[in-house]
């Protein structure tokens, strides 16, 4: 056992302060849950452990840290160097890719098993045993790792983490693109291991899998012995006793106010009334000297008072475009479903979506979902089985899983014929800085990318909303205002979303898609 640690860390990027003087203590053995909120600074406690960035604080540690999701450069997928290894290597295959017919002389056949042998060292069936307990087919070795879907992409990667017992993995966001199923396999893969550092947003997968959780706040780092849930039930503990605290604080700040104002203006009466006698100036000095000691308490009361609440994080409801429809039904399906080259993606279904109701569709990654949305945005390049019918002329706003949203806000905004105030307002309480207001989307983070593209889609009218994965790259805190938000307007929506406890919270009904 050895500790990681982090002595009187001081770093931040420019002006921007993020950690001030942090004292952190890891024990390695621990599976601990990084929190915090988007900009707090869980990238870069990981960049700092990994390395990537420098800084003047000690920071004593004896681990090999490997990071996750690892970069995949250009060289990394050039055909033509897998091809020359994958001729070069023939002698790593077993029995098992024996059986599987491969021809090795295709140089993408086996892309993906040898790009992930550039990303580490290990025996082939070593990786197999890992990607069996990840409940990955192995064929998947064998195909360019580009045509993988994206939830085998990430087990793959996964994958290798643990293959070398002296890394220490720091897995930042593996559930991104995972459908509830995988999450769940990928959950008790990781509770079966130890030693690494994981940061998610998602509350059931941290709950899962962590017994440590590391809270980046706004003024603190803290150290939680637990899961996400007792984090969260100690951090409310905590801050509904700070509040309380503060509220008599604050009672109390006003009356001992009150009460010294009163003593003050009584002693400058009986000194300054004509005719006071010596006994009464005694009296008033008396009581001056009260209102003093009362100052004095009540000062120190304010500096308790200003150490309260550092930590409490404060979001601000959105603000939604909604336009109640006339019409009664706004979605109707029959016996639909999409297809690829003549390959049914689901089996038939059959719901309709009226006024105010939100609807989740949900299964298991490439069933169809997502075809869904596009079918209905007019992007669908398959084919269609059955019939489904929404009203004429009807306003749609969506929320995509892929965009491309260019320029400035300002200009975005105008092109997209958004509530410009609307819009900022939105950006801003989900947590963009006004300074990121005058940057170009295309150079943000994918957060803050992510935020453009579901502020835009709040801030346009519309009668019904199609949304795919809107909470991929947002914290738990911007979770919480979109599903508070969706409970108070009551939107018509068809929503794609794999993170269960958010569709358990805000769906009047839940359309899971079946294989064929």
Known sequence: MSNIEFKDLTFGYGENLIFDHAQINIDDRWKLGLV??????????????EGKIITDSSIITDKNFVYFPQLLTEEDLND?????????????????????????????????????NE?????????????????????????????????????????ILFLDETNFPLIDEPTNHLDMASRKVV???????????????????????????????????????????????????????????????????SRLKRTSLEKRDWSNQRENVAGATFVDKKVAKKQNQRAKAIEKRMGQEVENKEKLLKNIEKTDPLGMNFQPSHHRRLIQFEKFSLAFDKKILFQPIDFSLKVGEIAAIVGPNGQGKSSI??????????????????????????????????????????????????????????????????????????????????ARSLSQEAELYLWDEPLNYLDVFNHEQIAQLLENSQPTMLLVEHDQAFVEKVSNQ????KDT
């Open 36 to 49: 915090g909120r988007n900009g707090r600074g869980k990238s870069t406690l990981l960049k700092l452990l």
């Open 80 to 116: 033509e160097k897998i091809s020359s290894e994958s001729k070069n290597q023939e002698s790593h295959k077993g029995d098992s890719i024996e059986s599987l017919s491969v021809n090795i002389t295709d140089r993408k056949s086996q892309l993906t098993f040898y790009l992930l």
């Open 119 to 159: 990303l580490a060292e290990f025996e082939q069936w070593e990786l197999e045993r890992e990607l069996s307990l990840l409940k990955v087919d192995l064929e998947v070795l064998w195909r360019p790792f580009e045509s993988l879907s994206g939830g085998e992409q990430t087990k793959c990667l996964l994958a």
């Open 187 to 253: 959950a008790q893969y990781l509770k079966k291991k130890s030693e690494f550092i994981v940061v998610s947003h998602d509350r059931n997968f941290l709950d899962e899998v962590c017994d440590h959780t590391l809270a980046i706040e706004r003024q603190q780092v803290i150290l939680y012995q637990g899961n996400y849930s007792t984090y969260e039930q100690e951090k409310k503990l905590r801050d509904d006793f700070e509040l309380a605290e503060d509220e008599r604080l604050r009672k109390d700040i």
């Open 373 to 454: 949305i596009k079918y209905l945005s007019g992007n669908f390049s398959g084919e269609r089985n059955g019939f489904v019918q929404l009203p004429q002329g009807i306003k749609i706003s969506f929320v995509r899983q892929i965009y491309d949203n260019r320029g400035y806000l300002k200009d975005f905004a105008t092109e997209n014929q958004l509530d410009y105030e609307l819009f900022l307002s939105n950006l801003r309480k989900l947590g963009m800085e006004r300074k990121q207001f005058t940057q170009k989307i295309e150079t943000m983070s994918q957060g803050q990318q992510k935020k453009v593209e579901l």
């Open 510 to 513: 839940i359309i899971n898609l």
